[in-house]
């Protein structure tokens, strides 16, 4: 295990509250740059800049601008390979290891800019289908092989952490808990959550930590669902887990393909919702879609150092 992140992991074993960036496709739109095609490539300045002022908003992790990038993400445009391979741009079999490795790359470049050596790297990577829609996921024999696929390239890219983050099921979530400890890379995992604290495919909260037993992530969060859906989840998750939790919530609405930024969570509306979760014992704090390095700021500045503290709150 990399220094950087034994350091990160004993500061959640004492205790500590960690700072997880906030929104990057959504902020990538407020800034003017489309997300369609992660831009890792042709956009470098704007993704490095988004990196490195969420590092100068306090943030003890940074997530890889490369959510939803898997091989699948390109496959399921066509019938089958053979079709994709006559139909499609040329490099699309490529295209994914190379991104990732440029997504990872970003947020290193960022870091050593900040002169943040301490600052960790999470490589962000969601479900292989549709995150919203459990009932897309593929094959168990498929998922073992494309997590295991997808989590080497983020290794090999210099990842720190792997975050897998709007996981809709505890099945999905074991498959790519499984492929990261194989190929030896520490994991978390946020879940998507409803209003009732349950997964997508409505699984209750003691469900999902019976399913996970003997491969639990370093910490288990609730990310991209309202902040009353956090809270809720929060709520549940603490009366069956002890290990560390966490949370970061959108705010906004999803207008397809981009984000509708709104007004209801302003920076410390939002850092009242997050003292709440620290409360309830949630450790890792920070934003999810619409979310900015304001808000991350907000957090760092007004969250407590500690757990301990924040129940005398």
């Not at 929104?23 to 407020?30: A, C, K, P, V």
């Not at 009732?196 to 639990?216: D, H, K, Q, S, Y």
């Amino acid at each position: 295990m990399p220094d950087r992140y034994s350091r990160l992991k004993h500061r959640l074993g004492c205790g500590e509250i960690v700072i997880l960036d906030g929104g990057i496709g959504s902020e990538m739109l407020r800034r003017g740059v489309t997300w369609e095609g992660h831009k890792v490539e042709s956009e470098p300045d704007a993704i490095r800049a988004i990196h490195a002022d969420y590092i100068r908003a306090g943030a003890d992790v940074i997530t890889t601008n490369t959510f939803q990038l898997a091989r699948r993400s390109y496959m399921n445009h066509f019938a089958d390979l053979d079709h994709m391979r006559r139909v499609g741009a040329s490099d699309l079999e490529t295209r994914p290891p190379l991104l990732i490795r440029e997504g990872v790359k970003r947020a290193i470049e960022a870091r050593d800019q900040a002169g943040a050596a301490d600052v960790s790297i999470a490589g962000s990577m969601t479900t292989l289908d549709w995150c919203f829609r459990p009932d897309m996921a593929p094959s168990e024999s498929d998922m073992r092989g494309e997590y295991r696929e997808t989590v080497e390239w983020f290794k090999d890219a210099g990842a720190d952490l792997m975050l897998f983050e709007t996981f809709n099921s505890s099945k999905e979530a074991r498959m790519a808990l499984e492929a990261a400890r194989e190929v030896g890379i520490p994991a978390w995992v946020g879940f998507v959550c409803d209003n009732r604290g349950r997964m997508l495919n409505g699984e209750t909260l003691p469900e999902v930590v019976r399913a996970l037993a003997g491969i639990e992530p370093d910490v288990l969060l609730f990310n991209c669902a309202p902040v009353p859906d956090i809270t809720s989840a929060l709520g549940e998750i603490s009366k069956v887990y002890k290990r560390p939790t966490g949370g970061y919530a959108h705010v906004g609405r999803f207008d397809p393909p981009d984000w509708m930024f709104t007004d209801e969570y302003p920076p410390d509306e939002y850092l009242a919702a997050a003292r709440e979760w620290a409360s309830m014992g949630a450790q890792v704090l920070g934003g999810c879609c619409g979310t900015t390095p304001m808000h991350i700021e907000a957090l760092k500045k007004g969250l407590p150092r500690t757990l301990a503290s924040s129940s005398k709150r």
